[in-house]
């Protein structure tokens, strides 16, 4: 996993999502869920990996649903296809901003990022309250 500059979180593994068609030429439809596998995380956008070849396009809104440290959030948006391989294809989704849900959903990628990352851990740890007790000794003997 590795944080670059742009807040862009790629995943050594991947996560796991669920994408369904939500509107078309802005009528709604419902779908069954395709799963999806999420290979990064920005704060309103996400790059994935399905075996599916989907339509894009601004006539074509989806719905997401991706598990970050157990829990499930819930977005739309639109799709771009960025690279089709022989047995899938790489999409961005471009989620439409919801105030509430990325501030949650950033906060659980930057614990995400803080557990599986050595780096992270070490950073955070130097930040704990608790720590700075622990180099304090105080001497009472006079």
Do not use: W
Request: hydrophobic share 40%; proline share 4%.
């Amino acid at each position: 996993m590795m944080l670059t500059k742009r807040s862009k979180l790629s995943l050594v593994s991947p996560l796991q999502g669920k994408l369904t068609i939500v509107q078309i030429n802005k009528r709604p439809i419902h779908t069954k869920y395709a799963m999806i596998d999420i290979l990064e995380l920005e704060k309103s956008q996400f790059t994935f990996e399905s075996p599916l070849i989907l339509p894009t396009g601004d006539e074509v809104i989806y719905g997401f649903g991706v598990m970050v440290s157990s829990r499930m959030f819930h977005s739309v948006g639109r799709i771009e296809l960025l690279n089709e391989k022989e047995d899938s294809c790489i999409y961005k989704a471009v989620i439409q901003p919801n105030d509430y849900v990325e501030s949650e959903m950033l906060y659980e990628i930057n614990q995400l990022a803080t557990l599986q990352n050595k780096e992270f851990v070490k950073l955070t740890k130097s930040y704990d309250p608790d720590r700075i007790f622990d180099d304090i000794i105080v001497d009472y003997m006079c």
